[in-house]
């Protein structure tokens, strides 16, 4: 199936680190979002991290140019209707998705392909709520996008052949890499990596150690590039959280308990650097660990 038009739901993080590689790697793309803020932002963001490829001479200016050119964006969801290939990366909340999928399904062609960044969320049952589970899937990225080489695909339990092998087209041409995940919660990536930071998240509870000991152990210990409290702030606390609702539900065993103090972040709103203050405090020049 031939892709050219790519919808992006969401611009956050994530949507808009997907809109910057889909438009480098020369499809259409249209951004969508609630927040008239947020596509703004996006767009600034995506110009400022080109820029810096341009910069390390990744890409041209005119590779830049051109990238920038073929992003829309819009608030209107309905316009994303005439793509070929739609990537949902709104908030981590299943509602929210199911809501989203509501409004535009009256509004896509029948050969369009639905999908979902989701970072847990069970594709089965979001495509059941669609009038086209056999053309949906998930579509994993990690974060940065523009830098991180894979991609996670997960069929649902109805997802077909065509739609899988167009999907892998895509992230071949991005010059990514596919991992297939089977859709149980949090797939390959989160069920290893998020019960790490909610681990890190009880070091820090229990008195183990402090933020700045926790990550300075895990970067020098286990050459991880960011310790996982600097992750966590990185990924988004609210993210990290649902990741943990969603393991601690879908598999029932108490070793995905969130941490309580992972859950305190998240209900004072330091969701870690989008909101400025998390594990670490962002509003001064160097980031300052909170405990
Ligand atoms: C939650 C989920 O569902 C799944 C997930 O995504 S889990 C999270 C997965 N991601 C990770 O684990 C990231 C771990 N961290 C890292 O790999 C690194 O710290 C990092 C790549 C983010 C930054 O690396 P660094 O060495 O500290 O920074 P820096 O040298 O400035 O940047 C390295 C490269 O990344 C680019 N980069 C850094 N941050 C970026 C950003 N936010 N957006 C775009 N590009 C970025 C830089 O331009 C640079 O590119 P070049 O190599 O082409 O020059
Ligand atoms: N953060 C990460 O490291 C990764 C996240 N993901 C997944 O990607 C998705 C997005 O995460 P991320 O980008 O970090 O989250 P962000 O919080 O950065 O962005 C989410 C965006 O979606 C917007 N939004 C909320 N509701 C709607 C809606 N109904 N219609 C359109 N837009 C909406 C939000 O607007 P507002 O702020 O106004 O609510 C916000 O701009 C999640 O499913 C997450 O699990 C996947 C891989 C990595």
């Given at each position: 199936m031939d892709i050219q038009r790519?919808?992006?739901?969401?611009?956050?993080?994530m949507g808009n680190g997907i809109a910057h590689v889909m438009a480098v790697a020369g499809y259409d793309v249209t951004v969508t979002d609630i927040s008239s803020d947020a596509l703004a932002n996006a767009m600034k963001t995506i110009d400022k991290n080109l820029e810096r490829q341009v910069s390390r001479d990744t890409i041209s200016a005119e590779d830049k140019a051109a990238a920038l050119g073929r992003?829309?964006?819009?608030?209107?969801?309905t316009q994303l209707g005439g793509s070929d290939l739609v990537i949902e990366a709104a908030t981590e909340r299943e509602t929210i998705k199911q809501a989203i999928f509501e409004d535009l399904i009256p509004h896509l062609e029948p050969h369009t392909i639905l999908t979902s960044n989701t970072s847990s969320i069970s594709i089965t049952r979001l495509a059941s709520r669609t009038d086209r589970p056999e053309k949906f899937m998930g579509f994993h990225f990690m974060n940065p996008v523009p830098v991180m080489q894979l991609v996670e695909l997960i069929r649902g339990i109805a997802t077909d052949e065509p739609t899988f092998e167009a999907c892998r087209?895509?992230?071949e041409?991005?010059?990514k890499t596919a991992a297939t995940a089977e859709d149980f919660p949090a797939f390959i990536v989160n069920r290893i990596l998020m019960p790490?930071?909610?681990?890190?998240?009880?070091?820090?509870?229990?008195?183990?150690?402090?933020?700045?000991?926790?990550?300075?152990?895990?970067?020098?210990?286990?050459?991880?590039?960011?310790?996982?409290?600097e992750l966590a702030d990185f990924i988004g606390l609210d993210t990290c959280l649902a990741i943990m609702n969603v393991l601690h539900d879908g598999l029932a065993d108490t070793k995905y308990r969130p941490c309580p103090l992972l859950t305190k972040y998240v209900e004072?709103?330091?969701?870690?650097?989008?909101?400025?203050r998390g594990f670490y405090d962002y509003r001064g020049e160097a980031p300052v660990p909170t405990r």
């Open positions: 790519i919808g992006v739901i969401g611009a956050g993080q992003i829309a964006t819009t608030p209107d969801l087209g895509v992230v041409k991005l010059g790490m930071i909610n681990e890190a998240v009880y070091t820090l509870y229990e008195g183990v150690g402090n933020v700045t000991s926790i990550d300075m152990a895990m970067k020098l210990g286990t050459n991880h590039p960011m310790g996982p409290l004072a709103g330091w969701l870690g650097r989008k909101t400025k």
